[in-house]
């Protein structure tokens, strides 16, 4: 799978993805500082799956209208790399096919998909 991995995910799940034959881009790697609205449209653009833990992107998809290639927001109370490769993993393994296009939530408890684009 494609994905671009926000400045605040960081460049330990970038490389885990790697690691795992991902195709990865890093915000933190290679576009340090770019806005909210840049990184969207990044990963639209390069048709890559967006990780954040930036609730502001729930906003942009269901405020704002923006279209996406699909967004996985990390919810989780611990915010170490560790954790979120631990539920980036359980994610992906259960049902990766179901993320490109969704808009999903992920947090300790649980996973919730929502369909934004036909």
Not at 88 to 103: N, Y
């Amino acid at each position: 799978m494609r994905f671009l991995i926000d400045e605040c995910v960081g460049p330990p799940v970038a490389a885990w993805l790697r690691e795992q034959g991902h195709d990865v881009v890093s915000i933190y790697e290679e576009a340090r500082g770019l806005d909210d609205d840049g990184v969207i449209q990044m990963a639209l653009e390069a048709r890559r799956v967006l990780v954040t833990s930036d609730k502001d992107f729930g906003d942009k998809v269901y405020k704002d209208g923006r279209l996406h290639y699909g967004v996985i927001l990390l919810r989780l109370e611990d915010e170490r790399a560790t954790a979120k490769i631990k539920y980036i993993s359980r994610l992906l393994t259960c049902c990766g096919d179901r993320v490109p296009g969704s808009f999903v939530v992920v947090s300790e408890r649980r996973v919730r998909f929502a369909r934004t684009q036909p």
